[in-house]
């Protein structure tokens, strides 16, 4: 229960911390020294907070999506299975 947590608020604080760059007004509420470490919000680094988003999403799909759910056959979710597949070729 404690990584549930964990997950959850991370998600919230990731979500304050996207908020804080977009809106000048809340990011001048945050400390410097967070605000400058999470912004400017550069997407072609592998920065730790992206790789920590990365794990907790994961953790969270693992924790309340079954294994077995039939959903996961639906054809909708064809190309998303195809880019995880390519993907994992790159890695």
């Given at each position: 229960?404690?990584t549930?947590?964990?997950?959850?608020?991370?998600?919230?604080?990731?979500?304050?911390?996207?908020?804080?760059?977009?809106?000048?007004?809340?990011?001048?509420?945050?400390?410097?020294?967070?605000?400058?470490?999470?912004?400017?919000?550069?997407?072609?680094?592998?920065?730790?907070y992206?790789?920590?988003?990365?794990?907790v999403?994961?953790?969270?799909?693992?924790?309340?999506l079954?294994k077995?759910?039939?959903?996961?056959?639906?054809?909708?979710f064809?190309?998303?299975?195809?880019c995880?597949?390519?993907?994992?070729?790159?890695?």
């Open positions: 229960p404690i549930l947590w964990f997950c959850f608020a991370y998600l919230a604080f990731a979500l304050v911390m996207t908020m804080a760059g977009r809106f000048p007004a809340l990011g001048g509420m945050m400390p410097e020294w967070l605000f400058s470490a999470f912004n400017p919000n550069d997407k072609t680094n592998l920065a730790p992206r790789f920590i988003h990365f794990v999403i994961v953790i969270l799909v693992i924790r309340f079954p077995d759910w039939p959903g996961l056959e639906w054809k909708v064809d190309p998303v299975i195809v995880g597949q390519q993907s994992l070729a790159v890695f």
